[in-house]
């Protein structure tokens, strides 16, 4: 499926699969999170914090999959531990889902996750192999925004 695929149900989705490496089992485990979109970068929010086990895996083994229905992409993540950064996501979080529904699911606030996504889907020019036997496929060439030179 194209990228093109993927940006517009990251736009469009409340709700999207992420897939991680078990860090003890080397397992795929996959689970439905909650995400926010906002000028290419996808900030998730782990519901029990630093505690949550797919953050867990996904510090160790920092590549994700990412799906939306049948759009899916594999990107690498960056922990974010910033009190002021992790604090700007819950607002983001808020603003989407809502107080009361952030409040009712969300139990601890020390992390978040940046998704490096807006380079895999605007990708430098060249090829670009994923590295998941699902995913090997080459992206096709595309200029990449001015501030990816």
């Known amino acids: 499926m194209p990228k093109e695929a993927l940006r517009d149900r990251l736009a469009r989705y409340r709700q999207i699969t992420i897939s991680v490496t078990g860090r003890k089992s080397g397992r795929i485990i996959s689970i439905p999170v909650w995400f926010v979109l906002e000028d290419g970068k996808l900030y998730l929010l782990p519901v029990k914090g630093s505690e949550t086990q797919w953050y867990k895996n996904a510090v160790k083994n920092p590549r ?7 759009a899916n992409g594999e ?10 950064q992790v604090s700007a996501v819950v607002e983001k979080f808020r ?8 409040k009712k699911y969300y139990s601890w606030f020390d992390v978040a996750v940046l998704v490096q996504v807006e380079a895999a889907l605007w990708p430098l020019p ?11 496929e080459t992206v096709a060439s595309v200029p990449a925004p001015a501030r990816f030179h």
């Open 64 to 70: 994700i999959s990412v799906a939306a229905r049948d």
């Open 75 to 84: 990107f690498k993540i960056v922990p974010i531990s910033d009190s002021a």
């Open 95 to 102: 603003g989407k889902y809502g107080v009361s529904d952030v």
């Open 126 to 136: 060249g090829p670009r192999m994923y590295a998941s036997s699902v995913q090997a």
